[in-house]
């Protein structure tokens, strides 16, 4: 049997196996997250479980969008990546942020644009931003999540396509 199962993995080799049975990268496992806000300027980190991806990898280049949010109720500030389309000046390739608004079935109705400080140490992504530029938000949830096109979303402002987030894990900020 072990002699079967190898011939149909070397038959179709690892690259024909779907993404959907590919496990997530441990990034998108979050085991912590903080908030601390100091004379309106914030500082908000998320923790994984393994290596954040400074650079788009190849989980990130298989996604539409994958980020980490900082939210109170449905408001909220994303660190996010998506190296196939452009959609801020402030490092459109690589990581950046975005304030947004969802709705209750995690439809994205706001996407605002910001400018915050992003750095990536091992498995801890650090975000300063202003509070204004993160929507005034106190944050008590944080968030990986990937973004994906979707009909029964109705096109946030400025948008031609309904964006739904997918949240991979979640944790209280501490």
């Known amino acids: 049997m072990a002699g079967l199962v190898l011939s149909l993995i070397l038959a179709i080799g690892l690259v024909g196996i779907p993404k959907a049975l590919a496990a997530d990268p441990d990034y998108t496992k979050l085991t912590d997250a903080s908030a601390e806000q100091t004379n309106g300027k914030m500082k908000l980190t998320v923790t994984a479980e393994g290596d954040i991806a400074k650079k788009a990898d190849d989980y990130i280049n298989s996604v539409p969008v994958f980020g980490y949010a900082w939210l109170e109720g449905g408001k909220g500030v994303v660190a996010v990546i998506h190296p196939t389309f452009d959609d801020s000046a402030q490092n459109p390739k690589a990581w950046h942020t975005h304030p947004v608004t969802l709705d209750g079935d995690n439809c994205i109705k706001k996407l ?7 750095s990536i140490q091992g498995d801890t992504l650090t975000l300063q931003i202003s509070g ?7 944050p008590d949830t944080a968030a990986s999540f990937e973004v994906h096109p979707d009909n029964n979303c109705p096109p946030p402002e400025g948008q031609d396509q309904g964006l739904k987030v997918d949240v991979k894990s979640h944790v209280p900020i501490s």
């Open 112 to 118: 605002g644009t910001s400018q915050g400080g992003i």
């Open 132 to 138: 204004k530029q993160a929507g005034n938000i106190n």
